[in-house]
């Protein structure tokens, strides 16, 4: 297949999650961050159906949502009221079992998902609010918030998914520590059968600075998505810290997550049309997570020092060393990409013997680090089935060049993606 048709696609990729980050305004970085292990799956698709959903993935995952606070406020700055409750930081009591429909009847607008969230954050000064929802019926906004320790950012987001898609599974997975810095994170299993996620991270998805970002992602068992976000600054990229730390400890910001009003305004949403779409599939491969597999795959004498989880079960990687220096391995695995074949494999690709269709890539890698280079084996399958494995010549493909080449040779990266444990068995 000719690079032509490689590289365009992995551009309008990475121009589809930047400009993601860039209308969510005050999140880019999160978003890009929160994206990074969605993007390295998604950008292998060539579908335009999945290039939105990958923006979809981005947007869930990463949602970036601020507090809306009504129009004509005057000057703009609200005092809250002493006599209003401050968020408890006990744990909050488990949602009462009942539908959507007998929650809430309606999608909340950015007013009111404002008054539900002024009665729950703590006594404070409130200003400069701005609605940055990107649809109707998906709201999200943001204030400055100030508890008397300096102005912070404070965005809160609602959404819906299919219940068990990946985006449900994965908006409350902790990140792996290959792609984004933190101090803490965790992720449990509340009562009601929700999923909870706390991060204490940075702005800068990839090292620390005095700026932070502390987050609460929660998932209810109905697909309902409540994201919370706070900074230690007034949230812009790049704004130079207000404070020490967000104003919000983590038990306040999971009491402010886990509030049954956006728990139940968030299930009373309709259905994210993109989540709605995916296919209910099991494991993509037959041996389990992708990492597994890749792991029984590499070659004997060759260290393995770092590999991605079990969780994903489409996309995986493990680190290699060989003694001469770490190298990033990759894999995604598609069950049938037989309607972009033509596209994705030319008239120049290897055919073998199976009929399996194998093209290849050498180029320098995406990151703009010097001396990265990016060697890649596509395959597909006559049932379409589509394995594609990449490696670089460091152990990060935005870290400096840990050696001339990849650990592993095209020969090498061409046997693992043909190999048959990646298939089920016929």
């Not at 305004?25 to 950008?43: I, N, S, V, W, Y």
């Not at 101090?183 to 090292?207: F, N, W």
Request: aromatic content about 4%; charged content about 25%; glycine content about 10%.
């Amino acid at each position: 297949m000719p690079d032509a048709d490689h590289d365009p696609f992995e551009k309008r990729l990475t121009d589809v999650l930047r400009d993601t980050g860039t209308e969510f305004g005050t999140d880019q970085q999160m978003l890009a961050a929160r994206g990074e292990t969605h993007g390295r799956r998604l950008r292998l698709r060539r579908r335009a159906a999945v290039v939105v959903g990958g923006a979809a993935a981005v947007a869930l995952v990463g949602m970036g949502g601020t507090l809306l606070l009504p129009a004509g406020q005057g000057d703009g700055v609200r005092q809250r009221s002493a006599a209003a409750a401050p968020v408890a930081p006990a744990t909050p009591s488990p949602s009462p079992t009942h539908t959507p429909a007998e929650t809430a009847s309606k999608v909340v607008s950015g007013e009111e998902l404002l008054r539900i969230l002024e009665k729950l954050l703590p006594e404070g000064r409130i200003s400069d609010n701005k609605d940055e929802g990107d649809t109707a019926d998906r709201p999200r906004a943001k204030v400055l918030y100030d508890d008397g320790g300096g102005k912070a950012a404070v965005t809160v987001s609602l959404n819906r998914v299919k219940p068990g898609s990946m985006e449900a599974r994965q908006a409350t997975q902790c990140p792996d520590t290959m792609f984004i810095v933190y101090d803490t994170c965790t992720s449990t299993k509340l009562s009601d059968g929700s999923a909870l996620m706390l991060l204490k991270r940075y702005e800068s998805p990839k090292s620390r600075t005095d700026r932070k970002l502390w987050t609460a992602d929660l998932m209810t068992p109905a697909g309902g998505y409540v994201g919370v976000q706070e900074w230690n600054s007034t949230g812009g990229l790049g704004a130079p810290a207000t404070r020490e730390q967000p104003p919000l400890d983590l038990n306040r910001l999971k009491a402010l997550a886990t509030a049954p009003e956006l728990r139940a305004a968030a299930d009373a949403m309709p259905v994210d049309a993109r989540s709605a779409a995916e296919p209910d599939t099991g494991p993509v491969t037959p041996g389990g997570s992708i990492s597994a597999t890749l792991s029984r795959l590499v070659p004997h004498g060759i260290k393995i020092v770092r590999k991605s989880g079990a969780d994903d079960d489409d996309f995986g990687y493990v680190v290699l060393d060989d003694g001469r220096g770490a190298s990033l391995v990759q894999v995604n695995v598609q069950p049938d990409m037989r309607d972009v074949e033509k596209q994705l494999f030319g008239p120049d690709a290897k055919v073998l013997p199976d009929g399996t269709k194998v093209a290849t890539h050498q180029q320098p890698g995406e990151k703009g680090i010097p001396g990265i280079v990016w060697w890649s084996v596509d395959t597909i399958r006559p049932d379409g089935r589509r394995v594609v494995i990449s490696a670089f010549n460091s152990g990060a493909q935005d870290s400096p060049a840990t050696r001339k080449t990849p650990v592993l040779t095209m020969k090498q990266l061409e046997a693992i993606a043909t190999d048959p444990r990646w298939h089920p068995q016929d």
